[in-house]
């Protein structure tokens, strides 16, 4: 008997936001691809102005934090969006703390993030070198972008990361049912 051959790759998209740039493109990009959305959160208080200035010395020093359990093994997927915004030039804990725990147990990854306007291929090097792979597409939007017309653009990234995945994925699915 064969087994029965899923047209579709299973995605997971993870995020971490403290303000809400980078969840409301998390939830574009997961609209997009079909896929299930796991929003990381960060134990340490972040709010106000000493929350700013703690997550800015934590993600300088190149802190992680700890982040509550998440919900979906991303070793289920066969595609793990990370999303995370850029804290001075640098990666969010949560997000740090996410990546590593994970290492080396991600399916195809890809990258995106929000920010002011520094600091994002410092980020997305972090980024890739904790994940352990080189990821299939990185996507990055500026403050002033999301006041503007920017889904069509999140939804772009999504699509171009299901066309790669997507075919990986049927040579799998096919290779295994045969
Ligand atoms: C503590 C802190 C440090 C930041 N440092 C930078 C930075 O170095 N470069 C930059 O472009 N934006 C920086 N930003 C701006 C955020 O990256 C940007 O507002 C992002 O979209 C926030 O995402 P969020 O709403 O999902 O939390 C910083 C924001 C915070 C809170």
Known sequence: MT?????????LVAYYSRSGNTRRVAEVIAAELGADLEPITDGTDRRGFLGYLRAAR???????????????DPAAYDLVV????????????????????????LPDAALFLTHGG?????????????????????????EEELRGGWEPQ????????????????????????V
């Open 58 to 72: 934590d993600a300088i020093r190149g802190h992680g934090t700890a982040i509550g359990e998440p919900v979906h």
């Open 118 to 142: 520094t600091g994002r291929e410092r980020v997305f090097s972090q980024m890739t070198t904790l994940c352990g792979r080189f990821p299939l597409g990185a996507f990055a939007l500026r």
């Open 3 to 11: 087994a029965a051959i899923r047209s579709h790759p299973r995605a």
């Open 82 to 105: 990370v999303g995370t915004p850029v804290w001075a030039s640098a990666v969010t804990p949560a997000i740090r703390t996410y990546l590593a725990r994970h290492a080396g147990r």
């Open 154 to 177: 999140a939804r772009a990234f999504a699509r171009d990361l299901l066309a790669t995945t997507g075919r990986r994925h049927r040579v799998a699915e096919v290779a295994s049912a």
